[in-house]
């Protein structure tokens, strides 16, 4: 909680915000102005949402009689005993988020000397968390609690929380424990910008369940018109599925890490497969044949003349029978631009329904290229990301375990 903002608020000239730069050169001047601010909190909290808002291109908190979207939102806490308390939200939109704001003395000095955030730092980070939970469970019964608790150090970093349910759980940190510290530097980055601009504008979006769920639904609608497509072009269904599959698994492995980034001027990070389907989407020819070269390294592991790299041994039966009709199949440019649409997806964030086997598969891949047994742990850091699918990780390893295709040895998994 804060007392209102002091004269010594730091608020640039119109001329300085958003409304007159493009996003980036807007976020660059953010950060300038802010990097390094020693004024207190007091001075300096809101002028900071209010300048925030106007990079992210919405509307700052505003006094309203509903009181629901404001600075000092004004709460009592009930206490076991009968009594009562009073306290204030340093920022609250309903429905949206309960926002604390600090400014602390050990993030003036870890921003100034460019170390890692200290101890300190971290746990008083979680007092001003403990503090903003707080706050939304004193909230009006009528109001509901918000999805998300924000907990800024000013000038230095924004911290997401989130609780989808609104049912009293947890707050848990947003998007993962190792991303939900949001750096001022960060705010460069149209995808950070974004994912707080979601704060205001439809925090539920947010919910990894609903980005799984529509997700899923682009990507099946995307194969569903590939394969008929295909079919319609005369190919068997049989080898449609067969094609799709193996490309489906080549999109999952660049997303999971078990393929090789392209390390090219211009391709830097690209998936290998994507990078094929980009090279040769004006020669569908040529890209048969490059396929069935890039399917047949992924086969037999070591180097893939298909993409100048090495690539690990995707053994079983998924990638054999490159010299077989069908193995890759001749696409139209649409087609292709198809495949490519269907490769944008974060395969991280699709519904494990999708895959049918693919997952098992990954996996399997994953245990026979290890030399010695992976506990789950393990397994669980071979993939990057976290995907709705990775809590199905145990029950597809018992799956495999049934197909004689993994087995445990003292509580690890061997392939």
């Known amino acids: 909680m804060m007392a209102p903002m002091a004269a010594t608020d730091p608020t640039p000239p119109a001329s300085a915000t958003g409304d007159t730069l493009g996003p980036a ?47 000092e939102r004004p709460i009592t806490f009930q206490h076991g005993d009968g009594s009562t308390s009073a306290g204030r939200v340093d920022c609250y939109r309903r429905g949206h988020f309960v926002w604390e704001s600090k400014k602390l003395k050990a993030g003036i000095q870890s921003q100034a000397s460019g170390a890692a955030p200290t101890r300190a ?64 530097e960060q705010l460069a980055d149209p995808a950070i910008r974004a994912r707080l601009k979601a704060l205001w504008t439809d925090p539920l979006s947010l919910d990894p369940s609903r980005v799984s769920a529509r997700v899923t639904r682009i990507v099946a609608a995307e194969l569903a018109d590939l394969a008929r497509s295909l079919e319609a072009a005369g190919h068997a269904p049989q080898a449609v599925a067969a094609f799709l599959t193996r490309c489906l698994f080549s999109m999952l492995a660049e997303d999971v890490g078990l393929l090789p980034q392209v390390n090219q001027p211009g391709a830097d990070g690209m998936g290998s497969f994507v990078h094929l389907l980009k090279t040769y989407r004006e020669q569908p020819a040529t890209l048969a044949q490059m396929l069935k070269v890039f399917w047949a390294g992924m086969d037999a592991g070591g180097f893939n003349a298909a993409i100048a790299a090495d690539v690990l041994r995707f053994n079983g039966k998924l990638f054999k029978g490159a010299a077989s009709d069908g193995y890759a199949l001749a696409l139209t440019t649409s087609q292709i631009d198809g495949l490519l649409r269907a490769a944008r997806a974060n395969w991280q964030e699709v519904e494990p329904a999708i895959f049918g086997t693919l997952l098992e598969r990954a996996v399997a891949q994953l245990l026979t290229a290890s030399p010695a047994p992976l506990p789950l742990s393990a397994i669980e850091a071979g993939f990057k990301g976290k995907g709705p699918w990775k809590k199905g990780l145990p029950r597809i390893l018992e799956t495999l375990e049934a197909l004689g295709r993994a087995r445990q040895e003292g509580g690890s998994w061997r392939g």
């Open 25 to 71: 050169a807007s976020a660059a001047a953010f950060i300038t102005r802010w990097r390094g601010v020693t004024a207190s909190e007091l001075s300096t909290a809101q002028s900071f949402v209010i300048q925030l808002c106007d990079l992210l291109g919405v509307e700052p908190p505003h006094p309203t009689p509903e009181q629901s979207y404001m600075f």
């Open 121 to 184: 730092f971290d746990d008083a980070l979680l007092r001003a968390r403990a503090q903003a939970e707080n706050y939304a469970r004193a909230l009006p019964a009528t109001e509901g609690r918000p999805p998300f608790v924000v907990v800024v150090d000013v000038g230095h970093v924004i911290e997401l929380y989130a609780e989808f349910t609104r049912s009293g759980a947890t707050y848990t940190p947003f998007p993962d424990p190792r991303s939900h510290r949001i750096r001022l």
